[in-house]
């Protein structure tokens, strides 16, 4: 065979292959991870999307219900029956109030020791009333201290508090026992008691209720009570969260929520002229002097991204609320997204 078939490439052929099969190299990498990071930001801006919708939702239905018991509304009166009737979990008279953050720490009104771990820079709300489920139709009930007779199966149980109403007056009590008839095979009813005592917490003052609510509804709130509060605390994943606190029991709703603002629509006027105060706007809690004048709530939620390094840039001017104009200054590569809705108070507004 001669020399000339036996020859191959030369180390520069060599060394231009290598340069070539390197750039193309690059852009498949380069390709790839803007790919990836693009896939990255759209995921984390729909996650922020996804919770910041569920949150607002899941606030809004609470807010709207505020002094809902029934026909008969918180501002008529209630028969409060439960031990510790006037604090803070069991003051069902108060349909919604706000506190408003005012500095590092501090609230004002100031924050009720029962919400545990508040972030500082964050407001807090609390509204009383709603119903967790469908109202049960009492079958029969003597009145005063007597027992109630609901259809059976309906689920409840001993602890949940529950409401009595009628159009004319409404009592909040605790469950004590609820006794079945093993022997029933037909429209069977239970026996819902709520007799004095401290057992389960915080248990009944006193048995007798205000009415005779035969024919009429029970309202179910659970174990937890009437009393929702929101606020932002730090969650399991470590970020700042929405929570929910019914009751004394409180759960983490929605991560990455990392500032709540909440504004307040003092009405005036009656009937079909009722209606936000032109000349006040929205408020602050701290400026609200009459809380049962309170008819629309206005709801701004900053939400985060969980992950970082979803921006181009670590210095961010984010503007919060929405559509206030303030900025926010941030130092880290997150992507934030402010969302606002305005909740008008069913039981006050026409």
């Not at 929405?242 to 009937?271: D, F, H, K």
Request: aromatic share 6%; hydrophobic share 40%; proline share 3%.
């Amino acid at each position: 065979m001669s020399a000339r078939s036996q020859r191959g490439l030369s180390l520069v052929e060599i060394m231009v292959a290598l340069v070539l099969s390197l750039i193309l190299t690059a852009g498949v990498i380069q390709l790839f991870v803007g790919s990836k990071q693009t896939y990255r930001f759209h995921e984390g801006l729909s996650r922020i999307q996804e919770n910041g919708r569920f949150a607002l939702d899941l606030m809004a239905k609470d807010i709207r219900s505020a002094g809902y018991f029934g026909c008969l509304s918180a501002a008529t009166g209630i028969d409060n029956t439960l031990n510790s009737a006037t604090q803070f979990l069991w003051n069902y008279g108060q349909a919604i109030y706000g506190f408003e953050s005012t500095g590092a720490n501090t609230w004002n009104p100031a924050l009720d020791a029962n919400i545990a771990s508040p972030l500082s820079g964050s407001d807090a709300i609390t509204v009383r009333g709603g119903a967790e489920s469908a109202p049960i139709n009492v079958v029969s009930h003597g009145g005063g201290t007597a027992n109630l007779s609901v259809p059976a199966g309906n689920g409840i149980q001993v602890g949940d508090i529950l409401a009595a109403a009628n159009c004319q007056s409404l009592s909040v009590f605790q469950v004590t026992a609820v006794n079945d008839d093993p022997t029933c095979t037909s429209n069977c009813v239970s026996v819902v008691q709520h007799a004095t005592g401290t057992t389960p917490t915080p248990g009944n003052a006193r048995a007798n209720l205000a009415d005779n609510y035969a024919g009429n509804e029970l309202i179910r709130a659970g174990t937890g009570g009437f009393t929702k509060t929101y606020y932002l605390r730090t969650g399991a994943g470590g970020v700042s969260a929405l929570w929910r606190m019914v009751g004394p029991n409180a759960s983490e709703v929605v991560e990455g929520v990392e500032r709540m603002q909440i504004l307040y629509g003092v009405c005036t006027g009656q009937g079909a002229a009722r209606r936000v105060d032109p000349t006040v706007g929205y408020v602050t809690a701290n400026n609200v002097a009459d809380w049962s004048a309170v008819c629309s709530v206005r709801v701004n939620l900053l939400l985060v991204s969980l992950e970082d390094n979803l921006t181009s840039s670590t210095a961010q001017a984010v503007v919060f609320p929405a559509d206030t104009g303030n900025t926010i200054t941030v130092n880290d590569r997150r992507l934030r997204q402010a969302f606002s809705t305005t909740v008008g108070i069913r039981n006050r507004l026409p």
